[in-house]
């Protein structure tokens, strides 16, 4: 059991019924958030594997030389 759950368990035997009530309703609240956005934010790890953009995954690094104006013109050197 992690830190914060021994605390929370001492405290819940603490407090009167009520309040322990309420704060376990919130924490309920926030755990169900919580599987709820891991849910819809991360994708299923094999799918976020397949669905990988090949630019942003590419290692590769051009070392030859480039023109100085090379931002400034790309499109010229790339569709002239």
């Known amino acids: 059991m992690s830190a914060i759950a021994r605390h929370l368990d001492a405290k819940l035997k603490l407090w009167r019924a009520p309040t322990a009530h309420k704060v376990e309703q919130l ?13 819809v934010i991360a994708p299923p790890r094999k799918a976020a594997a397949r ?3 090949t630019f942003l995954t590419d290692k590769k690094v051009f070392r030859g030389h480039t023109p100085p ?3 400034a013109n790309h499109d010229r050197y790339l569709y002239d």
């Open 27 to 39: 924490v309920a609240d926030i755990i169900a958030l919580a599987d709820w956005e891991t849910l």
């Open 51 to 53: 669905s990988r953009d």
């Open 69 to 71: 104006d090379l931002a």
